[in-house]
């Protein structure tokens, strides 16, 4: 049979992200404590109530134990050998980005996301962080026109503190889970982003993260706000270099979209997953929720999660507002010994709530591949709807797929429904296209595509070729 | 256009033919050849051999050839990948045409085609110039063109399916394209559509082998050649009238050919 | 709770015999008295109804069942497990015999030494506190058998607890009908065992039904061989507390199961069915539809898993979980999960929630049915759907009538 031999030959095409950057760095002492703690805020001159908010937190997270339930198995992570912070040596105040390191302007260019004014994007705004924190944000002026704050959060924290201490934690609370937790009280920085009423966002908001130290954790801190009848669209793309240790990232995502707004928060993740044995690799554990809080509000979160050697990730909607609207589009990609558990959960709680949640799981490898939902409806969600779509595509059979869905309903006014199934590309499929000519690998490739394309379909255009891209170049040589 | 087929060098040469599927023989023995502009048919009962024999020559994985040769003009193309074959010319319709869910019908066919043209060292062809023709081709097979948005195969008709699979044919342009069953499954006017699409395919560079249990295939499309085999090989040659012959006295005189072990 | 306080005070073996079983049983219970409620299988359960379920005076002595249809035909066998006597029928074509003490105890500690005590507190509580005369051991053979009744109560104010192993020979076809009943105020735990050997069949029914405040648990594990046939068909209704947990092993893969089962909640009630089902060899094959109707303040559980590891390819396996929500204060939980490493399967599962379909319920009444009648006939082909998979209910037991009747 063919697809006995496939997976056999691994044959992975190496990283292309995998590179480091030689930059002088001011990194703290390793470990966590409330003294950690204080030097963070200070070092980035925080006022007094998030300092408050960062010490709450930790001692929140001394009380809490790691989670054990999601279906992975990693070596315990020492959290006293973690440096929190990590950031690259430049002057203090930067205004311009001429003022901005070559390196790092050099290392985005090489990332494919060019900064400066000649070369950047001209259709997106990009906030670049690396490691600890925001080296630069394009396009602030022309977005302030439009009212638009899109800027990193150590600034939010400066110069908005009022919508800062409004909504921070509001949608994912200190206590919320472990590395929330963690994260709330060392985050780093992240990207904010404010919506005005009625500003339809005239360009797509993007962040992009890049993990560089091989021996600091990160954690990011993202919120964004959209006041009424105002809408956005926010991607994010993550990579970090090749080391043979495991990297912590531990990110936490805010969504707050008020009447009638609309936010779409794509992303594609490709951190560093290890390699063939399973050596290195990022461990990512993140918390990402939207609160729609307004009538008809809408949140719509769509992933393509290719990287990491664990992924532990449920992007969430609680849907408060009446008609108001959550969207979980998934493709979940592992090879050679990764682990994805992810998953999202739809939180009915006000009327005529709509959700609808299509995952695609591929496993390839020994890797290990886990969709984990939950849909609840509440008693006072009359007329709520939910649709979920499971499919899991196992190549080779030493790839493990699990399903694990959770539904819970009190309102009898509601619908509820849910489909699963397993596939495999199939023989004569792969035969069919072959014999008109298609080789192997593109064959494998485009069946897998095709078996994603609900998902790529929800995605904005530059990152749904990407993401095509990223998909095939994950599977070659995992199908030779 | 079959005068000159004499001076030709065979198109498809097939040589004492053995074949087996998990340690079954299916083929034993099958000796054809096929010359540019030659129609041939293959008859016979459920389980004689035929399509066996044209997924072998298309390259299922699943059969092997425990002897004899396959050669197309010349060339043995045992060691060719199924697509290798394709891109080198050989065409297989199909008896139940694969649905791939979620895979663009047009996006298929332009990957395919472009594939046969690399071969050919003709220039691939861009979105637009391909949608230009297929736009064409469809005209052949009286196609609408909101087929080609469609996933492959996914949700057609029997007749569809079989429409689909001439039209891959139009675009690929096959030296020798082996057509399974193509008829089964079709309402008579579909049939038409059909057979008329393999004739204005049909060209005298390329050779056809129609597939089939039923004399109305071959109403439409005359066949130089008709062979009917049994057990695996095949035991009668003739022409067109042979077919005629069949379609009167069935196929019960063939069983004697049958091993009983 | 009573039984939980004798099991931790060590006085269970001095009312009881004491076999070897309940010795495995003891050591284990007292390490873990209570079912942890961090595990899946446990999180959903009532906290309360469970700690009503075990606090009942330990019975073991028998009381005759009102058995809620008439007369027995002569086609049935009845067995009461309590009541039965030694039992040793041979006929042309068929057998079936006592099991002896032995047999028993191997074929039950195989099951309760392979996995650990959360996945099997159910049983080893059942072990525990099932005295010798309590245990119902069969072993079957042959074909055309006469339909087989065998019937498990419980009495007011008591905790009574029955096992049944039944082995099912080579080639052998039997319809075995369980019935679960259960009395005011009253617990009943069951735990049975069924073995099917290779190219059998069991068409089972398991029918639980009980009255007020009325406490269920029954276990339920089947193992099959290959070119065997199971059958299930399982009816749930009028328990306060009412747990079935299925357990199903094709031990050889290449077996068949398929199983309708419904539960119906209504007042307080919490009902759950737990069904697992694993493929230990290749060419399983599964059909699984689950059903509930929660009304009032009731809350349904379903919650299945089907294990496919690498060694089961070509599995077709199948999970369905259909619910209807009829009240605003009644609950469902549902969970149809997979785990599978096979490449080469087809495995798919679902589940609904909803109510009574308005489109149909408006287009029959738009022809003159009243509302009633209208939900009526929709309950009627629901549930109808279920008792028709359930061996001879018809002539036995109108259930569809009693359901019915029922609101």
Redesign the interface.
Known sequence: MVNDNLVDNIVSEPYKYGFVTEIESEKISKGINEDIIRLISSKKNEPEYLLNFRLNAFKKWQAMEEPDWADLGYEAIDYQDIIYYSAPKQQEKITSLDEVDPKLLETFDKLGIPLTEQKRLTNVAVDAVFDSVSIATTFKEQLAEHGVIFCSISEAIKDHSDLIEKYLGSVIPASDNYFAALNSAVFSDGSFVYIPKNVTCPMDLSSYFRINSGDSGQFERTLIIAEEASSVSYLEGCTAPMFDTNTLHAAVVELVALDDASIKYSTVQNWYAGNEQGVGGIFNFVTKRGKCLGKRSKISWSQVETGSAITWKYPSCILIGEESVGEFYSVALTNNLQQADTGTKMIHIGPKTKSTIVSKGISAGKSSNSYRGLVKIGSKAKGARNYSQCDSMLIGDKAAANTFPYIQSQQPNSEVEHEASTCRISEDQLFYLQSRGIEFEEAVSMMVSGFCRDVFNQLPMEFAAEADKLLSLKLEGSVG | MKSKKETKKPLLEIHDLFASTENLTILKGVNISINPGEIHAIMGRNGCGKSTLSKII?????YEITGGKIKLSGTDIEPL???E???SGI??G?QY??E?????NL??LR??TN??RK?LKKEELDTFEFEDLVKEKLEIVKMEPTFLNR?INQGFSGGEKKRNEIL?MAL?EPKIAILDETDSGLDIDALRIVASGIKKIANENCGIILITHYQRLLDEIKPDFVHVMANGKIIKTGNSELALELEKNGYEWTDKFIDKT | MQIIEEISKNRINKSASGSILQKICLDKLQLNPLPNHKSEIWRMANKSKLARFLDYKINHDFYKPNIPYENESQKVIRLIIGDHKKINIKEQEWEIKELDDQKILNLIQHKLLESDSTQNWSALLNHLLTNEKNICGLNIKGRNLPHLEIITNSKNNLFNSRTLIINIEKNTEVEISQINLGDDNSSLSNSSYLYLEEDSQVNHGIVSYGKYKSHLINSLNVFQKKNSVYNLGSLQFKFDFGRLEININQIEGNAKTNIKGMQITQDNEQISTYAKIAFNGPNGFLDQLNKSLARDRSHSVFEGLIVVPRIAQKTDASQLSRNLLLSNYAKIDTKPQLEIIADDVKCMHGATISQLNENELFYMRSRGLTLEQASKLQLRSYYQEIISFLPISKERWDLLALLLKNK
């Open positions: 298309a390259g299922h994985p699943s990948e199924p697509e074959r394709a891109q065409f297989l199909f045409p694969i791939i869910p979620g895979v663009s996006e298929f990957v395919a594939a046969r071969f996933s891959q690929l």
